[in-house]
């Protein structure tokens, strides 16, 4: 099974700065896509961004940017002009083609935005 | 609004009693996937769906078993509840290529 992980259990930001969370994982695979989502207090699991492996040009939504490097197989996540809503636990998550389409997650940053 | 909703939300229960838990999309989706989050744990693959009466293991399927006998409806089931399995149980579908989730059940198992 691959393998997914998120070394910054925690980090915290002053608002309107930038922050980057790390995200590495593991396979053997050259197609797959990679993906962050948001948890807020709420509960909700929200998409915050994706990439697909094939492509090489990064992804951007809005305030929010990846740097995918696929030889290294990491997968960071950049917030920009950081907003108190932004505070949540973010997953990185990886989902491969094969092995029924499952999504492997990995444990988690908690991102605490300071006033 | 990918049209995914858990029941109950909440539920405690008794060790050893029987439990379970519903998921219910209003689309056609194919995949379907049951998640238990834990501190320090992340998500982790229970058992998941590729279409009515084809599911497979997860990760940590021990104590959990699943039905799908209808597109729209994918059910967990604790045939024996015991504390090891008080978490949060999430339902997620996929459309395209990512997941959608729902709203989350918390179980409590005293």
């Known amino acids: 099974a691959q393998t997914v992980t998120q070394s910054q259990p925690e980090m915290s930001v002053q608002e309107a700065e930038t922050v980057t969370l790390s995200c590495t994982y593991d396979?053997?695979?050259?197609?797959?896509?990679l993906f962050w989502y948001k948890q807020p207090p709420s509960r909700q699991m929200i998409l915050v961004i994706r990439q697909e492996a094939y492509k090489q040009q990064n992804a951007t939504e809005n305030r929010f940017s990846v740097n995918f490097q696929k030889a290294a197989k990491s997968f960071s996540l950049k917030i920009s002009d950081s907003q108190l809503g932004d505070a949540a636990m973010y997953f990185c998550a990886y989902r491969s083609p094969n092995t029924g389409n499952q999504f492997y997650f990995g444990t988690g940053t908690s991102l605490t935005v300071i006033p | 609004d990918a049209g995914i909703t858990q029941s109950p939300r909440h539920k405690v229960t008794e060790t050893g009693t029987p439990v379970t838990l519903r998921c219910h999309q209003t689309?056609?989706?194919?995949?379907m996937y049951w998640y238990r989050q834990d501190p320090g744990h992340g998500l982790r693959l229970i058992h998941y769906?590729?279409?009515?009466?084809?599911?497979d293991k997860g990760e940590v399927s021990d104590g959990y078993s699943v039905s799908r006998s209808k597109t729209e409806d994918f059910l967990l089931t604790l045939e024996s509840a015991t504390s090891s399995q008080t978490s949060v149980y999430f339902c997620?579908?996929?459309?395209?290529?990512?997941?959608?989730f729902g709203q989350g059940t918390r179980l409590t198992v005293v």
């Open positions: 997620a579908i996929r459309v395209n290529t990512e997941a959608f």
């Open positions: 396979t053997s695979e050259s197609d797959y896509y």
């Open positions: 689309e056609n989706h194919r995949y």
């Open positions: 769906s590729y279409g009515v009466k084809d599911t």
